[in-house]
């Protein structure tokens, strides 16, 4: 029988001759190599990293969103933001419109109450009106009465010391009886516009009063003239009722004698 002798041990890589670790008694079939097997469990083995290609970059980005905060405004992101301005913009656009039409509505309803109010008011108004105003306008008509062959005396004579007839204010009323001052013998003094035949008489009577003398002796009141005048006085002496003749709408006063 051959006797087999101990085989020595391999030499290892470079890496491992010279170390300073404790050592392990090698065993057949336990040898590694370095050259053959790169990665050691004891010092790691480098290769060179190839360039870099961007062209045979296909892949998506390590990061692919922004992680940058949103835009807040007014407490709300950006989309809500435009959301509820919008949305706002819509109401106030809404209640301007509709404002716009209800004012324009309520102004015509206002007009035509207002135009309705002033046709039914008109007929009130003018009925009210013209009643009042008729009755603030009263007409004078000259008054005709007259009383013949009486004595007047004149209110001049209440302050007289004499005799009324001495001072010319006595006067014989005489009615619807010709003008005496239409003779050409007559002097006419003054003429006026009166309403009742005492006062022709009392124009006559003043005027003989104021002048102290009895030159006013007739007075003619004829109520149907329009004015100016409807008085007349005048001079004529020596007249009687018995010289004049009838004159409808004449009255005639001649002064007393003593």
Do not use: W
């Not at 003054?190 to 009392?202: G, K, L, R």
């Not at 008085?231 to 004698?257: F, H, K, N, P, W």
Request: glycine share 6%.
């Amino acid at each position: 029988m051959e006797i087999e002798t101990p085989q020595e041990p391999q030499r290892l890589s470079a890496l491992y001759q010279y170390h300073n670790a404790p050592e392990v008694a090698p065993a057949h079939g336990l040898e590694y190599d370095d050259a053959v097997h790169p990665h050691s469990d004891k010092f790691p083995a480098f290769t060179e990293t190839p360039a870099y290609d961007p062209t045979n970059y296909k892949g998506k980005p390590a990061f692919p969103s922004d992680n940058r905060p949103p835009r807040i405004i007014f407490g709300m992101k950006i989309r809500t933001f435009l959301l509820v301005s919008a949305a706002m913009l819509c109401v106030v656009v809404g209640a301007a419109v509709g404002g716009a039409v209800g004012g324009r509505s309520v102004r015509n309803n206002v007009i035509s109450m207002s135009n309705a109010r002033a046709s039914n008011a008109t007929p009130t108004t003018s009925a009210t009106t013209t009643p009042a105003y008729s009755a603030a306008t009263p007409t004078y008509e000259p008054s005709n009465a007259c009383s013949n062959a009486t004595l007047y005396t004149s209110s001049y004579a209440a302050g007289l010391t004499g005799s009324a007839t001495a001072a010319g204010l006595n006067f014989t009323a005489l009615c619807d009886v010709s003008n005496p001052l239409a003779s050409t013998k007559a002097t006419n003094i003054t003429e006026a516009y009166v309403y009742s035949f005492q006062d022709c008489i009392e124009t006559c009577a003043s005027y003989n009063y104021l002048h102290e003398d009895k030159n006013c002796t007739v007075a003619v009141y004829r109520p149907a003239r329009a004015r100016p005048a409807n008085c007349y006085i005048g001079t004529l002496t020596g007249v009687t009722a018995s010289q004049l003749g009838a004159d409808r709408g004449t009255d005639v006063a001649l002064l007393a004698s003593l």
